[in-house]
């Protein structure tokens, strides 16, 4: 009788994993080929040949070769136990297996999300990703410097209306004055004409009596 094939199939085998450096594996190498450079290169020969200054005062050339077949052996062995660490502890295969995860989940995401597919971080040139790390920044900055802006213009605003009220009062005021003024010269030329009246009754009052004095003494 032949067997019934399961409702649930096992998943299939992971595919495997290639040993060529992926994105991770490959910055590790740099990173480890940066700093043993950077120590091979520590090792002067100026700092190797103080620890022997006989050598080095009577045979310079030669204490030279030692120092630079020193250097070469400890650069090599240094390589060599690194490849044997990687390949022991697969650690290549490995960081390619995290890219992988780390890129399909990223897929996962995008897919439920519905944004697009956002670069990795590891094909981001520098000045992507300087722009990168102050764009927060100057989002907020730009925000804050908008907010002041507006502040700033709020207040002339409010300066703007109090001028035009000062301005409205001033001339309110002068339409005041003016008035006054008016008032006074009117009341200036009334009492102008009202001298003259006067004086013109004196005047005629001083020849009346001028004129009797005159038939007084006339008799």
Same mark, same amino acid.
């Given at each position: 009788m032949p067997q019934r094939e399961s409702a649930s199939p096992s998943p299939p085998p992971e595919a495997p994993t290639a040993n060529t450096a992926g994105?991770?594996?490959?910055?590790?190498?740099?990173?480890?080929?940066?700093?043993?450079?950077?120590?091979?290169?520590?090792?002067s020969y100026a700092n190797f040949s103080a620890c022997f200054p006989t050598p080095a005062k009577y045979c310079p050339t030669a204490l030279e070769g030692v120092w630079k077949q020193l250097n070469q052996r400890l650069e090599d062995e240094c390589k060599r136990d690194f490849d044997k660490i990687l390949e022991e502890r697969a650690v290549v295969a490995g960081l390619n297996q995290w890219d992988a995860l780390?890129?399909?989940?990223?897929?996962?995401?995008?897919?439920?999300?519905?944004?697009?597919?956002?670069?990795?971080m590891h094909s981001l040139g520098a000045d992507e990703l300087y722009t990168a790390r102050l764009t927060p920044f100057l989002q907020q900055?730009? #925000?804050?410097?908008?907010? @002041?802006?507006?502040?700033?213009?709020? /207040?002339? &605003?409010?300066?703007?209306?109090?001028? !035009?009220?000062?301005?409205?009062?001033?001339?309110?005021?002068?339409?005041?004055?003016?008035?006054?003024?008016?008032?006074?010269?009117?009341?200036?030329?009334?009492?102008?004409?009202?001298?003259?009246? #006067?004086?013109?009754?004196? @005047?005629?009052?001083?020849?009346?009596? /001028?004129? &009797?004095?005159?038939?007084?003494?006339? !008799?």
């Open positions: 994105p991770r594996a490959a910055r590790l190498q740099k990173v480890f080929a940066g700093a043993l450079s950077s120590s091979i290169q520590s090792n780390i890129e399909d989940a990223r897929r996962r995401r995008d897919r439920s999300t519905g944004e697009p597919p956002g670069r990795p900055a730009h #925000t804050e410097l908008e907010g @002041k802006l507006g502040e700033s213009q709020r /207040e002339n &605003e409010r300066m703007v209306s109090t001028i !035009q009220q000062q301005q409205h009062d001033i001339e309110s005021l002068m339409s005041k004055i003016e008035a006054v003024v008016k008032d006074l010269e009117g009341s200036v030329e009334a009492m102008t004409a009202g001298d003259e009246n #006067t004086a013109q009754a004196l @005047k005629t009052d001083l020849w009346a009596i /001028e004129q &009797e004095v005159a038939a007084t003494k006339a !008799q």
